[in-house]
């Protein structure tokens, strides 16, 4: 096994790890939710200053998108 293929083992070998003990609680996925919305808010009330027509296409558009889309 060469150097780099044993550098690339362990790095994945460790990142498998990480990701088998790491569990996510309900805070961070709070957290992660309220930056969304004030991003989201954000960008359209900019949009909704400068390009009513287009914000209203994206309102639709993410409509769309929330009815078509299942969460298991």
Do not use: H
């Not at 150097?3 to 990701?19: C, G, M, P």
């Not at 808010?41 to 914000?55: F, I, N, R």
């Amino acid at each position: 096994m060469t150097t780099a293929r044993f550098i690339e083992y362990r790095i994945t070998r460790d990142l498998l790890r990480q990701r088998a003990r790491n569990t996510r609680s309900p805070r961070p996925l709070l957290v992660e939710r309220l930056i969304t919305v004030t991003a989201v808010t954000a960008v359209m009330l900019l949009l909704g200053s400068y390009a009513q027509e287009l914000l209203w296409a994206l309102v639709a558009g993410a409509a769309v998108l929330t009815l078509g889309i299942r969460t298991p």
